[in-house]
């Protein structure tokens, strides 16, 4: 069986190892997409989006951003700012996951570390099994 996710941005690099293989593990077992957040962000700034996750899934977060960004961090966390997940690596690919144990609103935190050409735009898919 070969799996792939669609491409987020067509003019990118090849997905790297992990989210490859994040994506992979994913999408080989019963998941649902859900939505694709979409934004842009300036050198060194973030956003927050809240999302609503229902206990007992697991979510999976797939950024990726375009050719101008070098980094690209995801933080998921609580609405009272305690975080639950994040991938702060210097690449431009996060990849963050969690079983949720309690229905509620949580942040994800997109943050733009690396643009050498402002605004740099991004997208987060999220998946759910």
């Not at 992979?24 to 019963?30: C, F």
């Not at 996951?97 to 050409?117: I, K, S």
Request: aromatic share 10%; hydrophobic share 35%; charged share 20%.
């Amino acid at each position: 069986m070969t799996l792939s996710l669609r491409p987020l941005f067509a003019h990118r690099k090849p997905l790297s190892l992990l989210l490859a293989l994040a994506a992979t593990a994913a999408l080989a077992r019963d998941h649902t997409y859900l939505e694709t957040l979409r934004g842009n962000l300036r050198d060194g700034y973030y956003r927050t989006h809240t999302v609503t996750l229902y206990a007992g899934y697991t979510y999976y977060f797939l950024g990726t951003c375009d050719s101008d960004c070098y980094d690209l961090d995801l933080k998921l966390k609580t609405t009272a700012g305690t975080t639950l997940s994040s991938d702060t690596a210097d690449d431009d690919e996060p990849v963050v996951g969690l079983h949720v144990t309690r229905t509620g609103r949580y942040n994800l935190e997109v943050h733009m570390p690396d643009c050498t050409v402002n605004p740099c735009e991004y997208e987060v898919e999220i998946h759910a099994e």
